[in-house]
């Protein structure tokens, strides 16, 4: 904690991006992951403990990251794979619809 407002973050930058700064409550939305460290830990702490507890690979299995991956893949999709996936949402409707009414 810095103040009542701000705390201090860090990734580790190596694994995660995130670089140790300050920042505002509310920019952050907590998660139920944690890590043990130590007050004002080093960033080979801070990697060792995150590696130890294997924290990137309980976030990747988390449905929040898989939310968000889906999201990054569907916005880099190009017009035509856009409609590719309609076209296919379509058929799926219409073989489950077949499948009710039978």
Excluded: C, H, N
């Amino acid at each position: 904690f810095v103040d009542k407002k701000k705390f201090l973050i860090e990734g580790p930058a190596d694994i995660t991006g995130v670089d140790r700064q300050v920042i505002s409550y509310t920019r952050i939305a907590l998660t139920d992951l944690t890590v043990k460290i130590e007050k004002s830990a080093k960033v080979k702490d801070i990697k060792a403990a995150w590696e130890a507890d294997d924290t990137l690979a309980k976030w990747e299995a988390s449905s929040w990251a898989k939310k968000l991956s889906s999201r990054k893949k569907r916005a880099s999709l190009s017009d035509f794979d856009r409609f590719k996936v309609m076209v296919a949402k379509k058929q799926k409707a219409a073989i489950i619809a077949k499948k009710m009414a039978a």
